[in-house]
């Protein structure tokens, strides 16, 4: 065999040998994922079962203890009955008792005067007269019949059986699957945009409930509970893997539905902070909250670094409010410029309180709705053109600006007569009370 031919063969046995190596890897991943849907299906089933016995356990102590208790409470009403009943029956007794006794022994009295009666005992006889006329031998107590007193019974309605049956045979399903799922992790700076979606189509959602934890914790908490199928969770420390699961309530229901498989998700991206230090401002633990407090100075809050990129969404949330002003000014910059009291200036492009849009210190035509408690104001920034400029070495960036507030958006494009790769954030309020949130 020619010395080329045999290279040949032998080149492609060895692709065949990586081809095979390739294909075992790819079969050996899949026998993995099968692993993993067999054990999710074992501890799952588990899992469902320990909780329903446990659930109809419970019940049936529940059940138990409230049958119990009602049927104390109506012995303790039979007993209520029988002694109010019995007791005037009782004294009439006692009446009938006494009236007995009294007629025996008048009785007997008034034999023995008869039989001896003689011209010497005339005055026991009558004496013995006036005594029966004073006792008043026809004076009977009333006996109540037997229609007029209490004739107790019990009356149990047959149909709580039927109704518990009914309930019983429906209370509690199985479900294979949660009805929802969650469908991406978005990494932001200083936290992650949680994506959510219904898997089940029967499934008629009211409210969403979304939970988070650090993968080293042990318990989820609340961070969501809404109608809404995404949620920004802020807070998050970066290059730290955390879990989210969710669950939905159904139409008119109160319980929740099984919770989501957990995906885990992290942030890379360093988190939006204000510059600490400035006199006008006072900032939360993590710096993310600018407050305008009352002192008296008054100047532009920066950032703390240039951590905006071009492809991001830039967000700034107003917590609370204070008294507008036309040269209040919440944007992004080039550089930090101190001196400045608004970033209505050159280098910047802002929105102002009353919603007055500028750009490179020049007002804009086109308007937004004016900033209010709660507004989401955010700034979407992409490249759109790089050219060489004659003036300028570094050439020019034209930046294709997307500032949306209160379901409105204006769009331009921002010329820049450098390349920049990061963009400083900041906001300027003249009266306190403003609070903004960063994200």
């Not at 009403?77 to 022994?105: R, W």
């Not at 004073?134 to 039927?162: G, K, R």
Request: hydrophobic share 35%; glycine share 6%; proline share 4%.
């Amino acid at each position: 065999m020619e010395p080329e031919a045999e290279a040949l063969l032998l080149q492609e046995a060895r692709e065949s040998i990586e081809a095979a190596r390739s294909y075992r890897r790819e079969l050996q991943q899949r026998l993995r994922g099968l692993q993993q849907a067999r054990q999710q299906i074992r501890e799952s089933a588990a899992l469902t079962r320990d909780v329903l016995e446990q659930h109809f356990n419970d019940l049936k102590g529940t059940l138990r203890k409230l049958l119990d208790e009602r049927l104390v409470l109506l012995l303790q009403e039979v007993d209520a009955i029988e002694q109010e009943s019995i007791k005037p029956l009782d004294e009439c007794q006692k009446l009938i008792e006494h009236g007995v006794s009294t007629a025996d022994d008048l009785l007997q009295e008034g034999e023995c005067v008869i039989q001896g009666v003689t011209g010497e005992q005339s005055e026991k006889l009558c004496s013995f007269t006036k005594k029966a006329l004073h006792i008043q031998l026809d004076s009977l107590p009333e006996v109540p019949s037997l229609v007029d007193v209490p004739c107790l019974s019990a009356q149990l309605d047959d149909c709580l059986l039927t109704i518990v049956k009914n309930q019983i045979f429906s209370h509690g399903t199985v479900a294979s699957r949660p009805p929802v799922q969650i469908e991406e992790l978005t990494e932001k700076p200083g936290g992650i945009l949680v994506r959510w979606c219904k898997v089940d189509d029967d499934f008629i959602p009211q409210d969403y409930r979304l939970q988070y934890r650090k993968s080293s914790a042990n318990h989820f908490e609340d961070v969501y509970v809404g109608s809404e199928m995404e949620f920004i969770v802020l807070h998050i420390d970066p290059n730290v893997d955390y879990q989210f699961r969710v669950c939905a309530r159904g139409d008119g229901r109160q319980e929740w539905s099984p919770w989501s498989i957990p995906q885990t998700g992290r942030s890379t991206l360093v988190p939006h902070e204000w510059t600490a230090g400035l006199e006008g401002y006072s900032l939360s633990s993590r710096r993310n909250i600018a407050l305008r407090n009352d002192s008296q100075s008054c100047g532009v809050l920066y950032s703390k670094a240039p951590t905006y990129f071009c492809g991001q969404t830039l967000t700034f949330r107003i917590e609370t409010v204070g008294q507008p002003d036309k040269r209040d000014s919440i944007g992004v910059c080039v550089e930090q410029q101190n001196g400045y009291d608004s970033l209505q200036r050159d280098k910047a492009v802002c929105i102002s309180t009353n919603g007055a849009v500028f750009v490179n210190g020049k007002e804009m035509t086109n308007q937004l709705p004016a900033v209010t408690c709660g507004s989401t104001v955010t700034f979407d920034m992409e490249a759109v053109h790089l050219g060489p400029n004659n003036n300028n070495e570094g050439g020019t960036i034209k930046l294709r600006v997307t500032i949306s507030s209160n379901n409105r958006e204006v769009v331009f494009d921002w010329l820049l007569d450098h390349s920049c790769g990061s963009l400083y954030f900041g906001c300027s309020f003249s009266y306190p009370g403003w609070k903004v949130l960063v994200f």
